[in-house]
Nanobody
Framework: QVQLVESGGGLVQAGGSLRLSCAAS????????MGWYRQAPGKQRELVAT?????????NYEDSVKGRFTISRDNAKNTVYLQMNSLKSEDTAVYYCNARRYDRSEYWGQGTQVTVSS
């Protein structure tokens, strides 16, 4: 089992920045990828960014956040971060942390609200 705890959401003005954190605990040795998803009211949950926990640390971003958001990791702390800059009103959503194990099982955090006021 893997437990994920997110923090860092809040209310920010358009153009501002926020940093989300996701701390993993439990069977963290089995995690292959971690990432962030978001779900806006009335919309499906969508991928924001992912990062490999392996040595490569390869990343993947949804097109609308490229150049504005940066995902990073601290393997020693079992923590993944999402630095969000130049926030827009359309970034408003509940952001969820995701962990995917090598056996393809997935775990989710409880979600953290990000609200961008225009």
């Amino acid at each position: 089992q893997v437990q994920l705890v997110e923090s860092g959401g809040g209310l920010v003005q358009a153009g501002g920045s926020l940093r989300l954190s996701c701390a993993a605990s439990g069977s963290t040795f089995s995690i292959a990828f971690m990432g962030w998803y978001r779900q806006a009211p009335g919309k499906q949950r969508e991928l924001v960014a992912t990062i490999s926990i392996s040595r490569s640390g390869s990343t993947n971003y949804e097109d609308s956040v490229k150049g504005r958001f940066t995902i990073s990791r601290d393997n020693a702390k079992n923590t993944v971060y999402l630095q969000m800059n130049s926030l827009k009103s359309e970034d408003t959503a509940v952001y969820y942390c995701n962990a995917r194990r090598y056996d393809r099982s997935e775990y989710w955090g409880q979600g953290t609200q990000v609200t961008v006021s225009s």
